[in-house]
Protein backbone atom coordinates (compact mmCIF):
# COMPACT_ATOMS: atom_id res chain seq x y z
CA UNK A 1 0.00 0.00 0.00
CA UNK A 2 2.42 0.16 -1.77
CA UNK A 3 1.99 -0.90 -1.78
CA UNK A 4 1.71 -0.80 -2.27
CA UNK A 5 1.03 -1.85 -2.50
CA UNK A 6 1.11 -2.44 -2.52
CA UNK A 7 2.21 -4.04 -3.26
CA UNK A 8 1.76 -4.65 -4.03
CA UNK A 9 1.41 -8.63 -4.06
CA UNK A 10 0.41 -11.10 -0.52
CA UNK A 11 -3.57 -14.66 2.64
CA UNK A 12 -4.58 -14.78 6.23
CA UNK A 13 -8.49 -13.10 5.72
CA UNK A 14 -11.19 -14.64 3.28
CA UNK A 15 -14.05 -13.48 1.81
CA UNK A 16 -17.25 -15.73 2.55
CA UNK A 17 -16.62 -17.99 -0.26
CA UNK A 18 -12.95 -18.80 -0.96
CA UNK A 19 -12.98 -21.41 -3.60
CA UNK A 20 -12.06 -20.93 -7.23
CA UNK A 21 -14.98 -18.96 -8.62
CA UNK A 22 -16.82 -20.51 -11.83
CA UNK A 23 -17.12 -18.08 -15.14
CA UNK A 24 -20.70 -17.25 -15.47
CA UNK A 25 -21.12 -18.50 -19.70
CA UNK A 26 -22.18 -15.36 -21.36
CA UNK A 27 -19.59 -12.75 -23.02
CA UNK A 28 -21.03 -9.19 -23.81
CA UNK A 29 -21.20 -8.84 -27.56
CA UNK A 30 -21.58 -5.22 -27.58
CA UNK A 31 -18.45 -3.11 -27.45
CA UNK A 32 -19.20 -2.03 -23.64
CA UNK A 33 -16.41 0.96 -24.59
CA UNK A 34 -19.40 2.69 -27.33
CA UNK A 35 -22.02 2.52 -24.94
CA UNK A 36 -22.74 5.52 -22.47
CA UNK A 37 -22.60 5.49 -19.02
CA UNK A 38 -26.36 5.13 -19.03
CA UNK A 39 -26.27 1.74 -21.00
CA UNK A 40 -22.97 0.08 -18.89
CA UNK A 41 -24.73 0.56 -15.81
CA UNK A 42 -28.05 -1.17 -17.17
CA UNK A 43 -26.17 -3.91 -18.73
CA UNK A 44 -24.43 -4.44 -15.75
CA UNK A 45 -26.76 -5.08 -13.65
CA UNK A 46 -27.08 -8.27 -11.70
CA UNK A 47 -23.30 -9.78 -12.80
CA UNK A 48 -20.72 -11.12 -10.53
CA UNK A 49 -17.85 -9.52 -10.72
CA UNK A 50 -14.96 -11.06 -9.07
CA UNK A 51 -11.84 -9.09 -8.03
CA UNK A 52 -8.54 -10.67 -7.45
CA UNK A 53 -6.76 -8.88 -4.68
CA UNK A 54 -4.29 -9.35 -2.17
CA UNK A 55 -6.05 -11.18 1.13
CA UNK A 56 -3.39 -10.37 3.76
CA UNK A 57 -5.12 -7.28 5.48
CA UNK A 58 -7.99 -7.14 7.78
CA UNK A 59 -8.72 -3.85 7.13
CA UNK A 60 -8.41 -3.92 3.61
CA UNK A 61 -10.76 -7.00 3.31
CA UNK A 62 -13.47 -5.47 5.94
CA UNK A 63 -13.63 -2.13 3.64
CA UNK A 64 -14.22 -4.54 1.04
CA UNK A 65 -16.62 -7.14 2.72
CA UNK A 66 -18.94 -4.83 4.70
CA UNK A 67 -18.70 -1.24 3.04
CA UNK A 68 -18.23 -1.58 -0.48
CA UNK A 69 -19.90 -4.79 -1.27
CA UNK A 70 -23.63 -4.07 0.39
CA UNK A 71 -23.93 -0.66 -1.28
CA UNK A 72 -23.06 -2.04 -4.61
CA UNK A 73 -25.33 -4.63 -4.54
CA UNK A 74 -28.28 -2.05 -3.47
CA UNK A 75 -27.28 0.95 -5.81
CA UNK A 76 -26.54 -1.39 -8.57
CA UNK A 77 -26.86 -4.56 -8.46
CA UNK A 78 -23.45 -5.46 -9.31
CA UNK A 79 -22.15 -8.48 -6.65
CA UNK A 80 -18.46 -7.95 -5.78
CA UNK A 81 -16.68 -11.05 -4.87
CA UNK A 82 -13.80 -10.63 -3.53
CA UNK A 83 -11.25 -13.14 -4.33
CA UNK A 84 -7.73 -13.09 -2.07
CA UNK A 85 -4.66 -13.94 -3.08
CA UNK A 86 -1.12 -13.99 -1.52
CA UNK A 87 0.44 -12.51 -4.90
CA UNK A 88 -0.98 -11.10 -7.22
CA UNK A 89 1.57 -12.12 -9.62
CA UNK A 90 -0.23 -15.78 -8.92
CA UNK A 91 -3.07 -14.38 -10.83
CA UNK A 92 -0.98 -12.54 -14.05
CA UNK A 93 0.37 -15.59 -14.20
CA UNK A 94 -2.80 -17.13 -14.60
CA UNK A 95 -3.95 -14.65 -17.23
CA UNK A 96 -0.86 -15.40 -19.29
CA UNK A 97 -1.92 -19.27 -19.79
CA UNK A 98 -5.43 -18.52 -20.15
CA UNK A 99 -3.78 -16.00 -22.73
CA UNK A 100 -1.98 -18.91 -24.89
CA UNK A 101 -4.52 -21.34 -24.18
CA UNK A 102 -6.66 -18.63 -26.12
CA UNK A 103 -9.67 -19.02 -23.39
CA UNK A 104 -12.01 -16.19 -24.55
CA UNK A 105 -13.82 -16.46 -20.77
CA UNK A 106 -12.51 -16.57 -17.65
CA UNK A 107 -12.92 -16.03 -14.06
CA UNK A 108 -10.92 -12.84 -13.38
CA UNK A 109 -12.75 -9.49 -13.33
CA UNK A 110 -10.91 -6.57 -11.94
CA UNK A 111 -7.49 -6.73 -10.32
CA UNK A 112 -5.54 -4.42 -7.54
CA UNK A 113 -2.12 -4.21 -9.19
CA UNK A 114 1.04 -1.94 -10.23
CA UNK A 115 4.40 -1.86 -10.65
CA UNK A 116 5.66 -4.96 -12.43
CA UNK A 117 2.72 -7.07 -12.74
CA UNK A 118 1.18 -4.17 -14.52
CA UNK A 119 4.19 -3.99 -16.73
CA UNK A 120 3.70 -7.88 -17.49
CA UNK A 121 0.02 -7.55 -18.14
CA UNK A 122 0.47 -4.79 -20.19
CA UNK A 123 3.15 -6.12 -22.30
CA UNK A 124 1.23 -9.43 -22.75
CA UNK A 125 -2.13 -7.82 -23.70
CA UNK A 126 -3.72 -8.92 -20.45
CA UNK A 127 -5.93 -5.93 -19.69
CA UNK A 128 -9.14 -4.83 -21.51
CA UNK A 129 -9.91 -0.71 -22.11
CA UNK A 130 -8.39 1.41 -22.17
CA UNK A 131 -11.58 2.44 -19.48
CA UNK A 132 -10.43 5.62 -17.52
CA UNK A 133 -12.14 7.68 -20.50
CA UNK A 134 -15.72 6.08 -19.81
CA UNK A 135 -15.37 6.44 -15.44
CA UNK A 136 -17.17 9.38 -14.76
CA UNK A 137 -15.91 9.59 -11.28
CA UNK A 138 -12.50 9.50 -13.26
CA UNK A 139 -13.15 12.73 -14.96
CA UNK A 140 -14.77 14.59 -12.25
CA UNK A 141 -12.72 13.88 -9.49
CA UNK A 142 -9.16 12.70 -10.24
CA UNK A 143 -6.35 14.82 -11.76
CA UNK A 144 -5.66 12.76 -15.18
CA UNK A 145 -2.35 14.80 -15.99
CA UNK A 146 -0.84 13.73 -12.88
CA UNK A 147 2.37 12.01 -13.31
CA UNK A 148 1.48 9.50 -10.93
CA UNK A 149 -1.30 8.68 -12.71
CA UNK A 150 -0.35 8.26 -16.15
CA UNK A 151 3.15 6.73 -15.24
CA UNK A 152 3.16 3.31 -13.03
CA UNK A 153 6.46 2.46 -12.01
CA UNK A 154 7.56 4.39 -15.18
CA UNK A 155 5.22 2.58 -17.52
CA UNK A 156 2.78 4.23 -19.27
CA UNK A 157 -0.92 3.52 -17.90
CA UNK A 158 -2.92 4.37 -21.32
CA UNK A 159 -6.10 4.25 -19.90
CA UNK A 160 -5.53 0.89 -19.08
CA UNK A 161 -5.82 0.50 -15.21
CA UNK A 162 -7.68 3.57 -12.86
CA UNK A 163 -5.86 4.71 -9.65
CA UNK A 164 -7.70 3.37 -6.20
CA UNK A 165 -5.67 4.65 -3.56
CA UNK A 166 -2.44 6.54 -2.72
CA UNK A 167 0.49 4.67 -0.13
CA UNK A 168 3.77 5.79 1.12
CA UNK A 169 6.03 3.93 2.90
CA UNK A 170 6.93 4.69 6.36
CA UNK A 171 9.14 3.08 9.41
CA UNK A 172 6.88 1.83 12.82
CA UNK A 173 8.55 1.46 15.89
CA UNK A 174 7.93 1.26 20.00
CA UNK A 175 8.66 4.88 21.30
CA UNK A 176 9.50 3.18 24.45
CA UNK A 177 12.05 1.23 22.91
CA UNK A 178 13.54 3.64 20.70
CA UNK A 179 13.62 6.93 21.71
CA UNK A 180 15.05 9.04 18.83
CA UNK A 181 14.41 7.03 15.28
CA UNK A 182 17.03 6.92 13.04
CA UNK A 183 16.39 9.81 10.18
CA UNK A 184 18.71 8.52 7.30
CA UNK A 185 20.23 4.77 6.37
CA UNK A 186 23.52 5.62 8.16
CA UNK A 187 21.82 6.57 11.19
CA UNK A 188 19.86 3.32 11.08
CA UNK A 189 23.04 1.29 10.07
CA UNK A 190 24.21 2.37 13.10
CA UNK A 191 21.26 1.68 15.77
CA UNK A 192 20.83 -1.47 13.98
CA UNK A 193 24.32 -1.89 15.33
CA UNK A 194 23.61 -0.89 18.66
CA UNK A 195 20.27 -3.00 19.13
CA UNK A 196 21.60 -6.56 17.27
CA UNK A 197 18.96 -8.99 16.43
CA UNK A 198 16.31 -5.96 16.92
CA UNK A 199 16.07 -4.92 13.12
CA UNK A 200 15.23 -6.95 9.94
CA UNK A 201 13.13 -6.94 6.86
CA UNK A 202 11.16 -8.93 4.30
CA UNK A 203 12.84 -11.13 1.89
CA UNK A 204 12.56 -9.66 -1.61
CA UNK A 205 10.63 -10.27 -3.45
CA UNK A 206 8.03 -9.08 -1.17
CA UNK A 207 7.05 -5.78 -1.57
CA UNK A 208 7.80 -4.29 1.21
CA UNK A 209 11.02 -5.97 1.26
CA UNK A 210 11.99 -4.85 -2.04
CA UNK A 211 10.66 -1.30 -0.89
CA UNK A 212 13.09 -1.11 1.84
CA UNK A 213 16.40 -2.04 -0.38
CA UNK A 214 15.21 0.62 -2.54
CA UNK A 215 15.51 3.28 -0.06
CA UNK A 216 19.09 1.98 0.53
CA UNK A 217 19.52 2.17 -2.57
CA UNK A 218 18.37 5.91 -3.14
CA UNK A 219 20.31 6.98 0.02
CA UNK A 220 23.68 4.93 -1.12
CA UNK A 221 24.34 5.46 -4.54
CA UNK A 222 23.27 9.26 -4.83
CA UNK A 223 19.44 9.60 -4.88
CA UNK A 224 16.68 8.91 -7.15
CA UNK A 225 17.25 11.01 -9.53
CA UNK A 226 19.49 8.98 -12.01
CA UNK A 227 16.99 5.92 -11.96
CA UNK A 228 14.06 8.31 -13.94
CA UNK A 229 15.45 7.00 -16.74
CA UNK A 230 15.11 4.08 -18.98
CA UNK A 231 16.86 1.12 -17.23
CA UNK A 232 20.51 0.87 -17.88
CA UNK A 233 23.03 -1.84 -17.31
CA UNK A 234 25.57 0.51 -16.45
CA UNK A 235 23.81 1.95 -13.93
CA UNK A 236 23.07 -1.53 -12.28
CA UNK A 237 26.94 -2.28 -12.31
CA UNK A 238 27.10 1.10 -10.13
CA UNK A 239 25.16 -0.62 -7.14
CA UNK A 240 28.47 -2.10 -4.96
CA UNK A 241 27.40 0.20 -2.31
CA UNK A 242 24.33 -0.81 -1.49
CA UNK A 243 24.83 -4.45 -1.15
CA UNK A 244 27.68 -3.42 1.13
CA UNK A 245 25.59 -1.75 3.34
CA UNK A 246 23.31 -4.56 3.26
CA UNK A 247 25.35 -7.12 4.56
CA UNK A 248 27.45 -4.92 7.11
CA UNK A 249 23.93 -5.04 8.82
CA UNK A 250 23.50 -8.43 8.14
CA UNK A 251 24.92 -9.98 11.26
CA UNK A 252 22.97 -7.36 13.16
CA UNK A 253 19.89 -8.25 11.96
CA UNK A 254 17.17 -10.63 13.78
CA UNK A 255 18.80 -14.25 13.30
CA UNK A 256 21.83 -12.89 12.64
CA UNK A 257 20.42 -12.54 8.97
CA UNK A 258 20.80 -15.67 8.40
CA UNK A 259 16.87 -15.86 7.66
CA UNK A 260 14.44 -13.28 7.04
CA UNK A 261 10.26 -12.91 7.39
CA UNK A 262 9.10 -13.72 3.97
CA UNK A 263 6.32 -11.69 4.16
CA UNK A 264 5.39 -7.90 5.42
CA UNK A 265 2.63 -9.57 7.75
CA UNK A 266 5.37 -11.85 9.31
CA UNK A 267 7.44 -8.95 10.10
CA UNK A 268 4.65 -7.03 11.48
CA UNK A 269 3.95 -10.15 13.71
CA UNK A 270 7.45 -10.09 15.03
CA UNK A 271 7.09 -6.42 16.01
CA UNK A 272 3.96 -7.35 17.75
CA UNK A 273 5.80 -10.30 19.83
CA UNK A 274 8.81 -7.34 20.73
CA UNK A 275 11.24 -9.87 18.86
CA UNK A 276 12.10 -7.16 16.74
CA UNK A 277 11.60 -3.01 17.73
CA UNK A 278 10.59 -1.92 14.22
CA UNK A 279 8.32 -2.71 11.17
CA UNK A 280 7.65 -0.89 8.05
CA UNK A 281 4.98 -0.64 5.08
CA UNK A 282 3.23 1.75 2.23
CA UNK A 283 0.15 1.91 4.72
CA UNK A 284 0.79 5.56 6.74
CA UNK A 285 -2.66 4.06 8.75
CA UNK A 286 -1.78 0.92 9.31
CA UNK A 287 0.37 1.77 12.89
CA UNK A 288 -2.83 3.46 14.13
CA UNK A 289 -5.23 0.98 12.78
CA UNK A 290 -3.52 -1.91 14.46
CA UNK A 291 -3.68 0.04 17.72
CA UNK A 292 -6.87 0.13 17.44
CA UNK A 293 -7.26 -3.43 17.20
CA UNK A 294 -4.97 -4.11 19.82
CA UNK A 295 -2.11 -5.77 17.92
CA UNK A 296 0.47 -3.26 18.43
CA UNK A 297 1.16 -1.91 21.87
CA UNK A 298 0.15 2.10 22.45
CA UNK A 299 3.53 2.81 22.30
CA UNK A 300 3.87 2.69 18.37
CA UNK A 301 4.65 5.63 16.22
CA UNK A 302 5.86 6.01 12.98
CA UNK A 303 8.45 8.13 11.02
CA UNK A 304 10.25 8.99 7.38
CA UNK A 305 13.54 9.55 6.54
CA UNK A 306 14.35 12.59 6.38
CA UNK A 307 15.67 12.21 2.32
CA UNK A 308 11.93 10.95 1.69
CA UNK A 309 10.39 7.60 1.22
CA UNK A 310 9.15 6.15 -1.20
CA UNK A 311 4.95 6.89 -2.55
CA UNK A 312 3.05 5.74 -5.14
CA UNK A 313 -0.19 4.85 -6.45
CA UNK A 314 -1.86 1.08 -7.08
CA UNK A 315 -4.54 0.55 -9.41
CA UNK A 316 -7.50 -1.67 -11.00
CA UNK A 317 -7.84 -2.82 -14.12
CA UNK A 318 -10.14 -5.55 -16.10
CA UNK A 319 -8.62 -8.52 -17.52
CA UNK A 320 -8.94 -9.17 -21.33
CA UNK A 321 -11.14 -11.99 -20.62
CA UNK A 322 -13.71 -10.66 -18.50
CA UNK A 323 -16.87 -11.60 -19.37
CA UNK A 324 -18.07 -8.80 -17.08
CA UNK A 325 -16.83 -5.91 -18.23
CA UNK A 326 -19.45 -3.45 -17.79
CA UNK A 327 -20.11 -4.41 -14.21
CA UNK A 328 -16.07 -4.19 -13.72
CA UNK A 329 -16.33 -0.85 -14.83
CA UNK A 330 -19.23 0.09 -12.23
CA UNK A 331 -17.64 -1.21 -9.40
CA UNK A 332 -13.95 0.79 -10.38
CA UNK A 333 -16.42 3.78 -10.71
CA UNK A 334 -17.85 3.26 -7.78
CA UNK A 335 -14.70 2.92 -5.82
CA UNK A 336 -13.36 6.03 -7.24
CA UNK A 337 -16.40 7.98 -5.69
CA UNK A 338 -16.07 10.59 -2.64
CA UNK A 339 -18.12 8.86 -0.46
CA UNK A 340 -16.20 5.79 -1.15
CA UNK A 341 -12.71 7.41 -1.08
CA UNK A 342 -13.41 9.54 1.97
CA UNK A 343 -14.72 6.18 3.62
CA UNK A 344 -11.42 4.41 2.51
CA UNK A 345 -9.25 7.62 4.05
CA UNK A 346 -10.97 7.04 7.03
CA UNK A 347 -8.47 4.63 9.50
CA UNK A 348 -11.74 3.10 10.76
CA UNK A 349 -11.79 1.52 7.28
CA UNK A 350 -8.37 1.50 6.13
CA UNK A 351 -7.14 4.71 6.68
CA UNK A 352 -5.36 4.86 2.65
CA UNK A 353 -4.57 8.01 0.96
CA UNK A 354 -6.98 9.34 -1.65
CA UNK A 355 -6.31 9.47 -5.32
CA UNK A 356 -9.07 12.53 -5.29
CA UNK A 357 -7.75 15.87 -6.58
CA UNK A 358 -8.94 18.34 -3.70
CA UNK A 359 -9.12 21.17 -5.75
CA UNK A 360 -12.13 19.27 -7.30
CA UNK A 361 -14.25 18.37 -3.73
CA UNK A 362 -16.84 20.65 -2.74
CA UNK A 363 -15.95 22.17 0.89
CA UNK A 364 -18.16 20.22 2.54
CA UNK A 365 -16.45 16.86 1.29
CA UNK A 366 -12.72 18.84 2.07
CA UNK A 367 -14.54 19.71 5.95
CA UNK A 368 -15.20 15.79 5.81
CA UNK A 369 -11.99 14.79 5.22
CA UNK A 370 -10.22 17.54 7.59
CA UNK A 371 -12.47 16.37 10.68
CA UNK A 372 -11.05 12.25 10.41
CA UNK A 373 -8.78 11.41 12.85
CA UNK A 374 -6.01 9.27 11.55
CA UNK A 375 -4.83 8.30 15.00
CA UNK A 376 -1.74 9.23 17.16
CA UNK A 377 0.75 6.77 15.03
CA UNK A 378 -0.12 8.35 11.44
CA UNK A 379 1.62 11.33 10.31
CA UNK A 380 0.18 14.54 8.87
CA UNK A 381 -0.51 14.87 5.16
CA UNK A 382 2.27 17.96 5.44
CA UNK A 383 5.01 15.78 6.75
CA UNK A 384 4.02 12.68 4.46
CA UNK A 385 3.76 14.72 1.14
CA UNK A 386 6.97 17.00 1.98
CA UNK A 387 8.75 13.79 2.35
CA UNK A 388 8.63 11.80 -0.83
CA UNK A 389 10.09 10.20 -3.22
CA UNK A 390 9.26 8.38 -6.08
CA UNK A 391 8.81 4.81 -7.56
CA UNK A 392 12.15 3.94 -10.42
CA UNK A 393 11.04 1.90 -13.56
CA UNK A 394 9.88 -1.85 -12.74
CA UNK A 395 12.89 -3.16 -14.94
CA UNK A 396 15.02 -1.66 -11.85
CA UNK A 397 13.12 -3.44 -9.30
CA UNK A 398 13.08 -6.76 -11.28
CA UNK A 399 17.12 -6.21 -11.23
CA UNK A 400 17.02 -5.24 -7.39
CA UNK A 401 15.17 -8.23 -6.56
CA UNK A 402 17.13 -10.80 -8.27
CA UNK A 403 20.61 -9.78 -7.31
CA UNK A 404 19.66 -9.09 -3.41
CA UNK A 405 19.19 -13.03 -4.00
CA UNK A 406 22.43 -13.07 -5.42
CA UNK A 407 24.50 -10.85 -3.19
CA UNK A 408 22.92 -11.01 0.01
CA UNK A 409 21.20 -13.65 0.55
CA UNK A 410 23.72 -16.41 -0.74
CA UNK A 411 26.68 -14.63 0.61
Known amino acids: MVGFICALGLLTACSSDSKEPVAESEQPTEDILALNWEQITEQA ?10 GGSDTTNRYLDEWIKPRLQEEYEVDLRRVPVS ?31 FRTAKSNDLLWGPITEKLPNFNEY ?5 ADIQFDFGIETDGLEAPWGKAQFVFVYDQDKVAEPPQTMEELKQWVEENPGKFTYPSPPDFTGSAFIRHVLYETTGGHEQYMKPFSEEVVGNWQPMWDYLNEIKPFLWREGKTYPENSAKLDQLYSNGEVWMTMGYDPAKASNEMMKGTFQDSTRTFVLKNGTLANTHFLAIPYNSGKQAGAMVAINFLLSPEAQITKFDPQYWGEGMVLDMDKLSDEQRQQIEAIDRGVATLSNEVLSDH ?9 VEALEKQWHEHVAKP
Open 45 to 54: KGQQVNIYMY
Open 87 to 117: DIEETINQLLVEKKAGKETGSIDLLWLNGEN
Open 142 to 146: VDGEA
Open 388 to 396: QVPEIPAEY
